[in-house]
């Protein structure tokens, strides 16, 4: 939704905390892990190219499986 509204007036920080804040206490602790330390520590831009480099590998091996 915001890519679709680029001039929704929220800064990079706030999707990247709603987008935390709103993960499954598991999905948050799985996410923790993979990046070695609580996603809100990184820096924006870093965080923000974490999920979208973990979002682009887990579609992709979602859709490369067999039936």
Known sequence: MLRKC??????????????CNGLRPQAKMLLDALIGGPMLTKNVD????????????SYQAHHDRSP
Do not use: Q
């Open 46 to 57: 870093e965080a923000i190219e974490i999920i979208e480099s973990t979002t682009a590998s």
């Open 6 to 19: 680029p001039n929704h007036g929220f800064d990079k920080l706030a999707p990247l905390n709603m987008f």
